[in-house]
T-cell receptor, first 116, second 111 residues
């Protein structure tokens, strides 16, 4: 089956540093990728929709200069949390759709970000 | 975007059949209904998807009435490992529209 690889699975960083999270579709091409964040015991909150070769579409309340998204190829999207602060600590999850099959989402395993 | 409503939580004993119902009153003609399962600290995992009537796979069944305003995920003979959060999503077949999650249903399977 289709696999979405997300790295790193866990990262701890100091306040003020930037963290990059990668999301790769390993065996299919993904025109669209979605980035979510999830706080403990809560549902997934959509942050942005990433389309290959174009700018990401951010949800209301999500700072695009804070959460930089790059979808440079059909198999890779990255989320960079710039100048991270403790309130950015969360579980970040990416998902992707196949280019040729737009009905089902495949999810990465998530990245637990802890900002000290 | 079609909004979904599910029970916040459910308990079930091992070996029982569990039915989780989701309401999606404003589902559109081109929308599919998809259910995902999520364990703690993991990304959601696809369970089943359908458009109408009944769909069955090796892990679950999905029942969708003719008006498609609701759907029911049926898990036969649950085990402790089925303890998870189950999300019902309405997804557009166009593929490019954003996908938002509702609250999900926390299923607790009891020995």
């Amino acid at each position: 089956g289709a696999v979405v690889s997300q790295h790193p699975s866990r990262v701890i960083c100091k306040s003020g540093t930037s963290v990059k999270i990668e999301c790769r579709s390993l065996d299919f091409q993904a025109t669209t990728m979605f980035w979510y964040r999830q706080f403990p015991k809560q549902s997934l909150m959509l942050m942005a929709t990433s389309n290959e070769g174009s700018k990401a579409t951010y949800e209301q309340g999500v700072e695009k200069d804070k959460f930089l998204i790059n979808h440079a190829s059909l198999t890779l999207s990255t989320l960079t949390v710039t100048s991270a602060h403790p309130e950015d600590s969360s579980f970040y999850i990416c998902s992707a759709r196949r280019t040729e099959n737009n009905e089902k989402l495949f999810f990465g395993s998530g990245t637990q970000l802890s900002v000290l | 975007l079609a909004k979904t409503t599910q029970p916040i939580s459910m308990d079930s004993y091992e070996g029982q059949e569990v039915n989780i119902t989701c309401s999606h009153n404003n589902i559109a003609t081109n929308d599919y209904i998809t259910w995902y399962q999520q364990f703690p600290s993991q990304g959601p995992r696809f369970i089943i998807q359908g458009y109408k009537t009944k769909v069955t796979n090796e892990v679950a069944s999905l029942f969708i009435p003719a008006d498609r305003k609701s759907s029911t995920l049926s898990l036969p003979r649950v085990s402790l490992s089925d303890t998870a959060v189950y999300y019902c999503l309405v997804e557009n077949s166009g593929g490019y529209q954003k996908v938002t999650f509702g609250t999900g249903t926390k299923l607790q399977v009891i020995p």
